[in-house]
C-alpha cells in the first residue's frame, strides 16, 4: 500500500513547512511506513511504502513520487527505481513519458526549476489521486481527498452538488469530491501544471476493435496465456499470496490459476450470509476443492454491520455507499489474522467482457432504435403508446413499456431504474437544497463519458462507462479501502494492462453473443472452471441489509437513529424519510433498504468527519 502527497506553486511560510507536509501525510491512510520525500515553500513531494524508491528528488532539476505498483521497463533495464526512471523520461519527453508506465499507479512529476507539474493516475483508475487549484495560482495534490484538504491553502466546503451526486450513484463519481474545491483525476487522465494553469487530458484509451478480429481459437489460447501472466505478475513477491473467492467466475478464475503457480496450496477467503437467497459459498467450496485452494470463511450478522459502519464511514474520505463494503471488509480483515498480506481480487472480467445484466437488456433495446424511422415514428409509436386502457392487457402492456424505455437514448436509458429517475426528486430533497443542484448534472456526466468512448459498438460504450464509474468510482475504490483498513494489500490481476488491450479486440459479438453473457469468456475458460461456476446465475457480495433491518434491534437502533439526525441538515425532506422507513421498507425491504442505506452511511460519514454542510 502507498501513497503521495505534495504541493507546488503556493507560498508556505518557512516554519509552516514541515507542519504541513506533517498534516498531510498523516491524512493519508496508514500506507507502510517508509516515508520519502523533501519539502520547500514553493514546492514538496512525499510518498510512503514499504518500497524503497518511491520517490526520486533531484533538487536542482526535479523530483518523482510514485504511489501504487507501477512497472517501467527502462527501470529493470538500467537499474533505477521506477520514479527516478520516470523523473529522468519526463525531463526528457515531457507528457509522452506516461505512454511507458505500466500496472496501477499515480504519478506526481515536478520539474522544481520551471514551477511545472505533471499528474497522472493509471489506465483503469486503481489508484486515486486528487487535487486543488489554490487562490494564489498553486496546486495541492494528495492520494486522498482528506490529504489535499489538510494543506493550509486549501478551505474544504461540502459540495451540495456532490451530495446529489451520492444519492444518484450511491458514490461520489470523479471529477467531483465531497468539497467544491478538490477535484479526482479521471481513469487513464493526467494533469499539467504549468504558468500557474492546469491542462487535463488522457494519455491512454483503448482501441476497441468492433468488428471482425482474430479466430475464436487462437483468441481462446490467447486469453488464457495472458490471464496466467497477469495472475503470476500480481503474485509476484508475496510469500503469503492469497485470493477473494465469491464463487463467481472470475474469483474462481484468479483463485484457480494462483493455485497453478504456487508451491503450495494458496489461501482463498469467502464470505457468506445466513439469509436464503444472499449465501453463496457453496459454490466457493467447489471452486477452491477443483483447485486445491485452502478456504477460510466467515458469516456476516447483523451485529458486524453495526460493528463495521462506523469504521467503515471514518475510512473513507468521501460518503460511500456500497453496501458490500462490509463483506470486503469482513473478509480482507479474516486473511489478515490468517498472515495473508497479498489479496488477489476478481474485479473487473465482468467490465472487460460483458458479464452484466444491462449489456443483454440494452442490446435487446437497442434493436428498436435499428428499425427505420419512419416505421417507429409514424406507426409503432402513435399506435402502441396511445392505446386505450381497456386493450392494455398485460402483453400489450409489456409492448408499451418496452417502445417507451427503447425511445429514450443511451446512456440516460441505463439509468431508467434509478431511484431519482423514478420518484421526483421534489419528493426526496428539501426545496432549498434542490434550489442550488443541478440535477442533470449526472446525466451529462454519463453521457460525456459514454460519447467518449472510443467505439460505435452500444456493448463497448457501456464497457467503457463501467470502467469509470463501475469499477474506479465504485468497486475498486470499495476494495482498495477495506483492504488498507484491515491491513492487506489487494492486485487486481483481471485489469492487469496486457488483459485490458486483449478484450478491446475481442469483437463485441463474442463477448455477448445475441444475449449469452461473457460468452467467449465461458467459452475459453470452460474446461477450466468447474462446470457449476461456468452455468451459475450471476450474484456477488449482496448484503440482506434490507431483510435484517426488520429484524435486528441492534442495526435499526443505529439506522434509525442516523436517519433522525440526516433530517435536522436539511437535506432530505423529513416526510421522505418517514415513509421511506415505514411503508416503503414493509412493502419492499430488498429494494428501499438500499436507499435507507445510502442515506444512513451519508449521515454516518458527515458525523465521523465532523461535517456540517
Known amino acids: 500500500m502507498t501513497g503521495l502527497c505534495g504541493w507546488i506553486g503556493t507560498k508556505i511560510p518557512d516554519g509552516d513547512v514541515t507542519r504541513t507536509s506533517s498534516s498531510m501525510r498523516s491524512s ?9 520525500g523533501e519539502g520547500q515553500p514553493s514546492w514538496g513531494l512525499f510518498a510512503k511504502s514499504n518500497t524503497e524508491g518511491q520517490v526520486s528528488i533531484t533538487s536542482s532539476e526535479g523530483a518523482a513520487a510514485l504511489a501504487g505498483a507501477p512497472r517501467l521497463p527502462a527501470a529493470a533495464n538500467n537499474g533505477d527505481s521506477p520514479a527516478a526512471t520516470l523523473l529522468s523520461s519526463y525531463q526528457q519527453q515531457d507528457i509522452e513519458c506516461l505512454k511507458h508506465v505500466r500496472g496501477g499507479f499515480s504519478a506526481a512529476l515536478v520539474k522544481t526549476n520551471q514551477s511545472t507539474a505533471l499528474l497522472a493516475v493509471d489506465r483503469i483508475g486503481i489508484q486515486p489521486l486528487c487535487y486543488s487549484a489554490t487562490s494564489d495560482g498553486g496546486l495541492v495534490f494528495a492520494s486522498t481527498v482528506s490529504a489535499v484538504a489538510a494543506h493550509p491553502a486549501v478551505t474544504p466546503a461540502i459540495d451540495y452538488q456532490a451530495l446529489y451526486n451520492y444519492v444518484y450513484f450511491h458514490v461520489i ?14 481513469p487513464g487522465q493526467y494533469l499539467l501544471f504549468r504558468n500557474g494553469r492546469i491542462e487535463l487530458g488522457y494519455h491512454w484509451q483503448p482501441q476497441f476493435l468492433d468488428h471482425g478480429g482474430e479466430p475464436f481459437t487462437q483468441l481462446k489460447e490467447e486469453l488464457l496465456s495472458v490471464l496466467r501472466a497477469s495472475v503470476r505478475r500480481s503474485a509476484t513477491g508475496s510469500n503469503t499470496a492469497g485470493s477473494f473467492l465469491s464463487g463467481g467466475t472470475d ?10 503457480i ?11 450470509f445466513a439469509s436464503e437467497g444472499y449465501d453463496e459459498i457453496s459454490y466457493a467450496r467447489i471452486a477452491a476443492k477443483h483447485f486445491g485452494n ?18 467503515i464511514a471514518r475510512a473513507y474520505d468521501e460518503p460511500f455507499g456500497n453496501s458490500s463494503a462490509v463483506p470486503t471488509y469482513y473478509c480482507a480483515r479474516l486473511a489478515r489474522e490468517n498472515g495473508t498480506r497479498l489479496l488477489l481480487a476478481g474485479d473487473g472480467g465482468d467490465e472487460l467482457f460483458a458479464g452484466n445484466a444491462r449489456y443483454a437488456t440494452q442490446k435487446i433495446f437497442d434493436f428498436y432504435q435499428k428499425l427505420p424511422s419512419t416505421l417507429r415514428k409514424e406507426i409503432i409509436e402513435p399506435v402502441i403508446l396511445n392505446l386505450p386502457k381497456p386493450l392494455q392487457a398485460r402483453a400489450l402492456y409489456k409492448v408499451k413499456r418496452y417502445v417507451e424505455q427503447a425511445m429514450t437514448p443511451m446512456p440516460d436509458r441505463m439509468q431508467t431504474y434509478n431511484f431519482l429517475n423514478r420518484m421526483l426528486p421534489s419528493h426526496i430533497f428539501t426545496a432549498d437544497f434542490l434550489a442550488q443542484i443541478d440535477t442533470d448534472y449526472p446525466a451529462r456526466e454519463l453521457r460525456e463519458t459514454y460519447q467518449r468512448a472510443p467505439s460505435t459498438s452500444i456493448i463497448n460504450r457501456m464497457l467503457y462507462l463501467d470502467w469509470k464509474l463501475t469499477l474506479a468510482d465504485n468497486d475498486l475504490r470499495k476494495v482498495n479501502r477495506m483492504c488498507q483498513l484491515a491491513g492487506v494489500d489487494v492486485s487486481y490481476p483481471m485489469l492487469d494492462e496486457e488483459l485490458v488491450d486483449f478484450s478491446t479486440k475481442v469483437p463485441p459479438s463474442l463477448k455477448l453473443k445475441n444475449t449469452k453473457l461473457r460468452y467467449f469468456y465461458k467459452e475459453a475458460v470452460k474446461d477450466f472452471l468447474p462446470q457449476e461456476i461456468i452455468t451459475k446465475s450471476k450474484h456477488g457480495f449482496g448484503l440482506p441489509f434490507g431483510l435484517w433491518l426488520q429484524t435486528s434491534k441492534s442495526l435499526q437502533d443505529l439506522i434509525y437513529g442516523n436517519l433522525a439526525q440526516l433530517k435536522s441538515r436539511k437535506i432530505i425532506r423529513e416526510d421522505f424519510i418517514n415513509q421511506l422507513i415505514g411503508t416503503h421498507l414493509n412493502d419492499h425491504a430488498a429494494y428501499y433498504g438500499e436507499m435507507v442505506w445510502i442515506l444512513s452511511m451519508l449521515e454516518q460519514w458527515l458525523c465521523e468527519h465532523e461535517e456540517n454542510p
Request: glycine share 4%; hydrophobic share 30%; net charge negative.
Open 251 to 260: 474469483s474462481s478464475t484468479v483463485s484457480g490459476m494462483l493455485a497453478e
Open 294 to 311: 485452502v478456504i477460510n470463511e466467515y458469516y456476516v450478522t447483523p451485529d458486524d454491520i453495526v460493528d463495521a459502519i462506523p469504521k
Open 262 to 272: 504456487s508451491d503450495s496450496p494458496p489461501p482463498c477467503y469467502s464470505i457468506g
Open 28 to 36: 493519508l491512510p496508514p500506507y507502510g511506513e517508509l516515508w520519502q
Open 173 to 186: 463519481p470523479s471529477p467531483k469530491t465531497i468539497y467544491r474545491n478538490i477535484h479526482k483525476l479521471e
